[in-house]
């Protein structure tokens, strides 16, 4: 059922959550309509706009009104579930892509310890957008930084590794690092057809500035920041 809309006006840096947390407070947990006046764009906030045409007294219809407000909270509550989904998918969900890819011809009845290991987190970073690159671009990627760093450190002590990131486990990157001392030096993943470089930044203990390339050709632009950063934190240790 609906609840009698309730109706504020945030100013003086004021936030929604101030509101609902005063102990006299009257507002839901979640508004069903937000329109931020300094992120507005006609075609991403249509339907909000739409919803706000409606008010307008030759519009009004509080029947339609109130069919409008359900389905927008609807819509928000498919796409928190979608979001919770794609961030912990379980077996069920990688289940259903591996019988429609890889094991379409011959289907899986469950999930084993071993498949769970070996594709979740492939299937983790599909949904996040943050893409495995293939071998033959990981490979490109480690003969790129071994031509960089050829005449500034020993290029034979440099190892990959695949996996997440300290910060965010649902990126999976392709690091490259120092087997001395553990320093990364680069890291590399994909989103969106685009290769995401960590290029050092010599002021930091580790990379920590992100490009977004075309190509991996284009690394060699930042060949300098790499160097400098290779000379600062990549002596081998006697």
């Known amino acids: 059922s609906l609840r009698p809309p309730k109706q504020v006006s945030l100013k003086n ?27 507005l764009d006609l075609k991403r906030h249509s339907d909000v706009i739409n919803e706000l045409i409606k008010l307008t007294k030759e519009h009004f219809d509080l029947q339609q009104i109130q069919a409008g407000a359900q389905v927008i909270k609807d819509k928000a509550a498919f796409i928190v579930f979608k979001n919770t989904l794609f961030q912990t998918p379980g077996d069920s969900l990688l289940l259903t892509f591996l019988n429609g890819t890889i094991y379409a011809n011959k289907p899986l009845e469950n999930i084993t310890d071993e498949l769970r290991n070996k594709y979740l987190p492939l299937l983790k970073s599909v949904l996040s957008g943050s893409g495995y690159v293939t071998e033959a671009e990981q490979a490109k990627f480690d003969q790129i930084i ?3 760093l050829g005449n500034v450190i020993d290029t034979k002590k440099l190892l990959t590794y695949n996996g997440p990131a300290p910060a965010n486990e649902e990126e999976y990157w392709h690091r490259i690092f120092f087997k001395d001392n553990n320093t ?45 950063y290779a000379k600062k934190h990549c002596t081998s240790q006697s």
């Open 184 to 228: 990364t030096i680069a890291w590399l993943r994909l989103d969106n057809d685009k290769y995401v470089v960590w290029v050092p930044n010599s002021t930091q203990t580790y990379a920590n500035d992100e490009h977004h390339l075309d190509s991996l050709e284009q690394l060699y632009g930042y060949a300098e920041a790499f160097q400098d």
């Open 13 to 39: 840096r004021l936030t929604w959550n101030e509101f609902i947390k005063s102990p006299t407070s009257v507002m839901d947990e979640q508004p069903y309509m937000e329109l931020n006046l300094y992120d």
């Open 146 to 148: 071994t031509d960089i």
